[in-house]
Every structure is written in structure tokens, then in C-alpha cells.
């Protein structure tokens, strides 16, 4: 047995690999694009490993992806592709158009086609799970209850339209032709692997490096946060035993408005490398504009993962945070390969351009 994953060069993905494999021998096609965010040094540690085969190609690509099927006859695709970051998405959302919405169909014609063609056995077997985001539900107010899988779509930025895009495409495909689909909503992610584009490595990355920690607008947007290794724990239950077409939240009941976010990584880097001349780091954090159409909170109430799936995230936010502060200190080369742009150098030696 085989599955196929995308965008497994990613923060999210790399990690599911790693896990993946740590957990199981069954093997690993990873298809990625290796965007900016695509970083293949994520994934070093499985070089040799004959159970992992990385393919550098666009998911949307239909005649790679249909070869790959029919070369590897995965019984699950895993997608984790795509454009990830809400700045990035407002700065330029034709790119989260491109790849979140019409990647994602590309994806699903292809997969169409090969599970129609499976023997009745692996046809039954087959599962294709999408990844996605809490952000497609909108915004909550201090009071209003988590996100329930019921809760209205109402995205605020072209990053959550696109991702709420791609899921009803997947809702549509199981109603309308029976690809059998699981999808999951996932609330922050934070871990090893993260690229310093985003709230948490930012904040480690520019607090060593003497600059400024850049808060929106008052820093008291709230966010659910989980340790990446959990949200891995999650998909890898629900492709287990997800029930056919059901929509999975997942979420580590942890909400935590940004500053004190940023004041809790302040204060680990306190206490594990201080600032050589003996200040705090948070004399670094400095209020700048707020992002456009900010989104106030996000809440995600994970029960029917829990109780149905019985899953539970296995990491508290103090131990997760502490883990996670931990490894950009332990891992100053691949931090200084992402700030640099030296990963992209393998890009360019292995594949040109
Ligand atoms: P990421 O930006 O770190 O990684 C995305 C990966 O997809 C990269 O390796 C990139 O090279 C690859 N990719 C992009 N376009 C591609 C294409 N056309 N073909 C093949 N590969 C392509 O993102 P992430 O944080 O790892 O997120 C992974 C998934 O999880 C996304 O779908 C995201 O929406 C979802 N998600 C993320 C979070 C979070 O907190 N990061 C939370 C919930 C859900
Ligand atoms: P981010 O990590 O970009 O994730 P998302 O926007 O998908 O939730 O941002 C998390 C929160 O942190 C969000 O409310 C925006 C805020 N933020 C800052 O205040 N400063 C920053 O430099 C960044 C990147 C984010």
C-alpha cells in the first residue's frame, strides 16, 4: 500500500511525512511544487529511505498526477498543497486562485478518473483527504461559540475564499460522483519546520536577530493554536476512520490573542538565550498598521473529532511552544538557509532555473 501526498515539502506536510514514516512503513509519494514555502531540506532526514519518493511537479498538473496514480496506485491522496499565507494572499491573491482553487479541481479530476477505474475492492478502499482551515468559517466575536462543522463559510481574506473554494469542490465531488472524501479544519499550526513568514517563527527568527517583532493593529486577535504534530495525529485518525463525505475541525482548545503570544516567546528566549545585553526581548515588539480585514477570532470546537475518533491533541500549548522555541535554537543552519534563500540554491542545482 502506497499513499500519495501533496505539498509534503511544506511546513504541515513535511512534518506529516516525518510521522507518517516514523509511525508506519508504508510508503510516501510526495508531490511538491516547491514554491518558496517548499523547503526539501524539511525532508533530509529520509534521504535513502526507499519508503519516501519525492516527485518536484505541480498538483494541478494532470498529466503528471495521472501517471503518478497510475505508476504508484495510491489508496489515499493526502492534499496539503497550496498557498498559505493571508498577507501574501491580500499583497497577490491571483496565485491563491491559481493553486487553491483551480489546483485543487485539476487534483480532483485526476483523482476521479483513477479511483473510477479501481477494481471494486480498492475502489471502496480509496480516500482522498483535504486539508483546510479554520479560516474559512469567518471571524467570531469574544462571546460567540467555537466553530462547529455546521458553522456558516463566511471567508474574509482571498487566502480563506480560496480555501473555502477548494473545500466545496471536494463536498461537491463526494456528492455528485462519490469520491470518497475526508476534510479537516484546522485551527494555527506552530512546530518545527514553520517558515518565519508567519506569527511564531517570525517572532523567534527576529528576536535573535535583534529586530523588531511587528504586532498588528492592538495584538488582541485570537487564535486557536495546535503543535503541527497533533494536527498529524488528526488526519492520520480521520483517513483511519473519517466516515465518508463528514468534514472533521480540528483544534487544540487553546485560544490565545497574539500579543500574548508574542510575550510568551519573549519570554523563553529569556530564559534559554538571553539577550547579551540583559534586556527582555519583548523591548523589541513594536505595533505596526493591522492587516486589512483582519480577522478578530478564531474558535474551533474539535468534539466531534474527539468524541466520534476518539482524538486528543498530545501536546499542551506550554509544552508545544517550548518544544517549538527549542528547535529554532537547535536548528540555527536551517534557519539561516530559509533567511538567506540558500534552500532555493537545491532547487536550482537539482531541477535548473
Ligand atoms: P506551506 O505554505 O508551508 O506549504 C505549502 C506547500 O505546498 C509547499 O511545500 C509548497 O511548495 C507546496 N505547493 C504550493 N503550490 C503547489 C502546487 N501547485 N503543487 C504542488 N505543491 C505546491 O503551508 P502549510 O502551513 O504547511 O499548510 C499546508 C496545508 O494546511 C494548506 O492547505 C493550508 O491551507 C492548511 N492549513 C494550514 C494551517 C497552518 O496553520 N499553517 C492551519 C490549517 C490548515
Ligand atoms: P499568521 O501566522 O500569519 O496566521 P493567520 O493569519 O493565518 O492566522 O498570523 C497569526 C496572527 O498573528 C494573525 O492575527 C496576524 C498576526 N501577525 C502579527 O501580528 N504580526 C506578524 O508579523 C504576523 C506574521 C502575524
Given at each position: ?36 514555502a ?20 505541480d ?22 498543497a ?5 498577507d ?6 491571483g ?121 498588528y ?17 488528526a ?28 510575550h ?22 513594536t505595533y ?34 517550548r518544544?517549538?522555541?527549542?528547535w ?19 532547487v ?6
Amino acid at each position: 500500500m502506497t499513499i500519495l501526498v501533496t505539498g509534503g515539502a511544506g511546513f504541515i506536510g513535511s512534518n506529516f511525512v516525518l510521522d507518517w514514516l516514523r509511525a508506519s512503513d508504508e510508503p510516501v509519494i510526495n508531490l511538491d511544487k516547491l514554491t518558496y514555502a517548499g523547503n526539501r531540506q524539511n525532508l533530509t532526514s529520509l534521504d535513502g529511505d526507499a519508503r519516501h519518493t519525492f516527485v518536484h511537479g505541480d498538483f494541478g498538473d494532470a498529466a503528471l498526477v495521472d501517471q503518478l496514480l497510475a505508476t504508484h496506485q495510491p489508496r489515499a491522496v493526502l492534499n496539503f498543497a497550496a498557498e498559505s499565507h493571508v498577507d501574501r494572499s491580500i499583497s497577490g491573491p491571483g496565485e491563491f486562485i491559481q493553486t487553491n482553487i483551480v489546483g485543487t479541481f485539476n487534483l480532483l479530476e485526476a483523482v476521479r478518473a483513477y479511483w473510477g477505474g479501481l477494481e471494486a475492492t480498492s475502489k471502496a478502499a480509496f480516500r482522498f483527504l483535504h486539508v483546510s482551515t479554520d479560516e474559512v468559517y469567518g471571524s467570531l466575536s469574544k462571546t460567540d461559540p467555537a466553530f462547529t462543522e455546521v458553522h456558516r463559510y463566511e471567508p474574509n481574506s482571498p487566502y480563506s475564499a480560496s480555501k473555502a473554494a477548494s473545500d466545496h469542490l471536494v463536498r461537491a465531488y463526494h456528492h455528485t460522483y462519490g469520491l470518497p472524501v475526508l476534510t479537516t479544519n484546522c485551527s494555527n499550526n506552530y512546530g518545527p519546520f514553520h517558515f518565519p513568514e508567519k506569527l511564531i517563527p517570525l517572532m523567534i527568527v527576529n528576536a535573535q536577530a535583534g529586530k523588531a517583532l511587528p504586532v498588528y493593529g492592538d495584538g488582541q486577535q485570537i487564535r486557536d493554536w495546535l503543535y503541527v504534530t497533533d494536527h498529524c495525529s488528526a488526519i492520520r485518525r480521520v483517513l483511519e476512520a473519517g466516515r465518508l463525505g463528514e468534514v472533521y475541525n480540528v483544534g487544540g482548545w487553546n485560544e490565545k490573542p497574539n500579543l500574548e503570544i508574542v510575550h510568551t516567546v519573549c519570554a523563553l528566549l529569556d530564559e534559554l538565550k538571553p539577550r547579551s545585553d540583559g534586556k527582555p526581548y519583548q523591548d523589541q515588539i513594536t505595533y505596526v498598521t493591522d492587516r486589512p480585514g483582519h480577522d478578530r477570532r478564531y474558535a474551533i470546537d474539535a468534539r466531534k473529532l474527539e468524541i466520534e475518533l476518539g482524538w486528543t491533541p498530545a501536546e499542551t500549548f506550554e509544552t508545544g511552544i517550548r518544544k517549538t522555541v527549542q528547535w529554532y535554537l537547535d536548528n540555527p543552519d536551517w534557519v539561516a538557509n530559509v533567511l538567506s534563500g540558500g534552500y532555493r540554491d537545491w532547487v536550482a542545482q537539482q531541477y535548473g532555473n
